[in-house]
């Protein structure tokens, strides 16, 4: 003779006016405590499987209303059967969602260093990865061309292995962008410092300046001021991978040079342009030093 049913309400110990809020609070708490991979002893899981039926009913408005009113029904034509199976479904997808966390495999952090050029051209590096096991191994690493300064990469599964079937963990890098003597990332751009002469500055010369891509000419016009900022195209970063890929700029600021001692020569040229330029006095120490302080005055400026 089959066991009697118990009433639902009983099942989940709420009262019969209890809200839905109560009812779904009351059978979570029962799932916690009768799942069989929480407490796999005992009555081979029959109280889950009481708990999820009652629950099943007693969510459904239209079925606790019809259980209300008629009470248990061994024949029930609504589905009620196919309810609490797929409330069961869900639970013991949660559970197994919840073992899988639990026994999932640790993630590696990696700090990788790359260098400058490498960060901004990209580059294919082979690191080593101790593991908790003892044996290390080898992990390819792919740096984009325009990689930013502390990217984070994410490799799935390539971290510890996980226990009893459970996934691995993860390897987490982090990229490290060594800083250049030369250059500097902005952005897009890159920027460097060039010094030029007085000389160069007043008179207008074409000089060679670095670049990541080897030196390059760059015309100085005449007159120019320190602190000048001129923009070489596209030698910036890439914007992607490819030769023909568009690049940003590199913007080289130009300072001036200041002669610390000057030769006989140096000072009777510059003293004739002191002349030209109405600068000359007849206290000529104090010319010389007026001149030497308006030269820097203007190469200050």
């Known amino acids: 003779m089959a066991r009697r049913k118990r009433d639902y309400y009983v099942v989940l110990g709420v009262a019969k006016d209890a809200s839905e809020g109560d009812i779904k609070r009351a059978f979570r708490e029962l799932a916690r405590k009768l799942h069989p991979d929480v407490a796999p002893e005992g009555d081979d899981g029959e109280r889950f499987r009481e708990i999820n039926e009652a629950y099943a009913v007693l969510s459904d408005r239209d079925n606790r209303a019809r259980y209300d009113r008629w009470g248990h029904a061994d024949d029930n034509p609504g589905g009620l059967s196919a309810v609490v199976d797929a409330a069961q479904s869900i639970i013991n997808n949660v559970f197994r969602s919840r073992r899988e966390k639990q026994g999932r495999g640790k993630d590696i952090r990696y700090t990788l260093e790359v260098t400058f050029e490498e960060a901004i051209f990209g580059a294919t590096k082979m690191i080593t990865v101790p593991t908790e096991g003892g044996a ?166």
Not at 213 to 239: A, L
Not at 259 to 288: F, H, I, V, Y
């Open 136 to 301: 290390a191994k080898e992990v390819t690493i792919v740096v984009p061309p325009g990689l930013k300064p502390n990217t984070v990469k994410t490799l799935k599964a390539d971290g510890e292995p996980g226990k009893g079937g459970s996934p691995a963990g993860d390897l987490v890098v982090m990229i490290r962008v060594a800083d250049h003597a030369t250059f500097e990332r902005d952005g897009i751009d890159i920027r460097s410092e060039h010094a030029i002469s007085f000389t160069q500055a007043a008179l207008g010369a074409v000089i060679d300046v670095p670049t990541l891509d080897g030196p390059v000419k760059m015309r100085i016009p005449e007159g120019t001021q320190p602190g000048r900022v001129f923009r070489i195209r596209g030698r910036g970063v890439p914007q992607a991978a490819g030769t023909n890929a568009p690049r940003g700029d590199q913007l080289v600021h130009v300072q001036v040079e200041v002669p610390t001692e000057l030769s006989a020569r140096q000072r009777e040229l510059l003293e004739q342009l002191a002349n030209a330029s109405g600068e000359a006095s007849k206290d000529k120490p104090q010319t010389k030093r007026r001149l030497l302080d308006r030269v820097r005055s203007l190469l200050d400026e």
